[in-house]
């Protein structure tokens, strides 16, 4: 491993080469804080696939990949007289030094991780510059199912959460079959909206299972994409089209797949 000073050293050479790039490459000084964000999110995305995928190798190239966005932002501001980036650095600094006091105090106590976990939000609301509301950091940009999770994470932070965690099934339940009537008459926004509503209370039921939904639901994903092409394969080795099958004909190789542990 390196040593501090390699390590800011190597952040330097980062900063230099921001420079650079902004200076004498024509794409990269044509770039601007909207043009880069879709990319931005796409770098946060793959970070997440080699997190998921439990690949060091990956992880340590995506972490480079969005540390280089995140200069690219603020040398962008740094260009309009802003910010630059130790503005940002000394204020996320700042914002954890405040929330951390059982390591930064010389009178802090020790804490659980579980306290720390319960009280977080309630710390966040006495920061100076902090969001005036629990949930007004929340992005509307953010993806439906991780701004979901985090309104939630961030009312459980205050105390809004359920008692014992089996009672969200009631709420499943009751949500189950609201989407099921909603679904009886038709109208599509009442269903959307039911839909909605269902989605959310189990979403609720993941976070306090301690389930996280995108694994839970990735790996659906890849079990049906297993099982689809298991069928699509052995469907088309036996000279035959899907689109020709009945129902019950797809079911039966679909089956085998499953005995297979597909």
Known sequence: MHSKQEKLDSFGRLLDTMDALREKCPWNAEQTMESIRHMTEEEVYELSDAVIRDDSQDVCKELGDLLYHIVFYARMAQEKGLFDIADSLDKVVEKMVFRHPHVFSPDGRKIT????????????????????????????????????????????????????????????????????????????????????????????????????????????????????????????????????????QMDAIWDEGKAKGL
């Not at 991780?113 to 929340?138: M, P, R, S």
């Not at 299972?209 to 699509?232: H, M, N, Q, T, W």
Request: net charge negative; charged share 35%; hydrophobic share 40%.
């Open 113 to 248: 991780a579980k306290e720390i976990a319960d009280n977080w939000e309630l710390v966040k609301a006495k920061e100076k510059e902090g969001n005036k509301t629990v949930l007004a950091g929340i992005p509307d940009t953010m993806p439906a199912m991780l701004r979901a999770l985090s309104m939630q994470e961030k009312a459980r932070g205050v105390g809004f959460d359920w008692e014992k965690r089996e009672d969200v099934w009631d709420k499943v339940h009751e949500e189950l079959g609201e989407a099921e009537e909603a679904c009886s008459e038709g109208e599509r926004t009442h269903m959307e909206e039911e839909f909605g509503d269902l989605l959310f209370a189990v979403l609720n039921a993941c976070r306090l299972y301690d389930i996280d939904p995108e694994v839970a639901l990735g790996g659906s994903c890849s079990k049906f994409r297993r099982r689809f092409s298991y069928l699509e394969a052995n469907t088309l080795a036996r000279g035959r089209k899907l689109k020709d099958m009945t129902l019950a």
